[in-house]
């Protein structure tokens, strides 16, 4: 299978940093996704990763390591509207279907005063 | 405006009846997907299109039908509603040559099947 796997939830402070891990299985990996989700609302697109390595974007950063089917977004100065469910998505290559895009359950922020 | 969008944004209906939930994009992208997203499960794929004339199931597609009627519109269909088809969905469109061809989300359909 290629089950994807983040925390449920986690909580942090307003001003501090946050690091939400995400965890796949490396076989057929084509590229990895991270998406904001504030609830009731559609994901966003925040940041793509295919090579190991840190892509920054301002307050956002996300980091890929191949080898060890890993990733991780990590948000700093964190801001109360940054309190949402942060998805992480990867696309393997399966023989004879193409690229197909797996979700993690999501990762629900709380950010706190 | 809104470059993917659903109608409707909210339905209940009863066990049983037939619904159909719509999805139109003026981003000119030719891939679109229909997603449903529950507590706990993630966004679950349940059918998808890469262009007018092709059709295919995702993990999910048992009790839903789709219908892709031109380049900016995919529609899902549920034949007979059932209470566990309960959940929000959620339509996306995708250009490979674009981006990183990441998926774009509409706003999402809340549906209640009593």
């Known amino acids: 299978g290629q089950n994807i796997d983040q925390p449920t939830e986690m909580t942090a402070t307003e001003g501090a940093i946050v690091q939400i891990n995400c965890t796949y299985q490396?076989?057929?990996?084509?590229?990895l996704f991270w998406y904001q989700q504030h609830a009731g609302e559609a994901p966003t697109f925040l940041s793509y990763n295919v090579l190991d390595g840190l892509e920054e974007k301002g307050r956002f950063s996300s980091f890929l390591s191949r080898s060890k089917g890993y990733s991780y977004l990590l948000l700093k100065e964190l801001q109360m509207k940054d309190s949402a469910s942060y998805l992480c998505?990867?696309?393997?290559?399966?023989?004879?279907?193409?690229?197909?895009?797996?979700f993690g359950q999501g990762t629900e922020l709380s950010v706190k005063p | 405006d809104a470059d993917v969008t659903q109608t409707p944004r909210n339905r209940i209906t009863k066990t049983g009846k037939r619904i159909m939930l719509e999805c139109s994009q003026t981003?000119?992208?030719?891939?679109m997907y229909w997603y449903r997203q529950d507590p706990g499960l993630g966004l679950r794929l349940i059918y998808y299109s890469f262009d007018v004339k092709d059709i295919n199931k995702g993990e999910i597609s048992d009790g839903y039908s789709v219908s892709r009627q031109a380049q900016a519109k995919f529609s899902l269909s549920l034949e007979s509603a059932i209470p566990n088809q309960t959940a929000l969905y959620f339509c996306?469109?995708?250009?490979?040559?674009?981006?990183?061809?990441?998926?774009?989300f509409g706003p999402g359909t809340r549906l209640t099947v009593l």
């Open positions: 490396t076989s057929g990996f084509n590229g």
């Open positions: 996306a469109t995708s250009d490979p040559g674009q981006g990183y061809n990441e998926q774009f």
């Open positions: 998505a990867v696309r393997f290559l399966i023989y004879n279907q193409g690229g197909k895009l797996i």
């Open positions: 981003k000119g992208h030719d891939r």
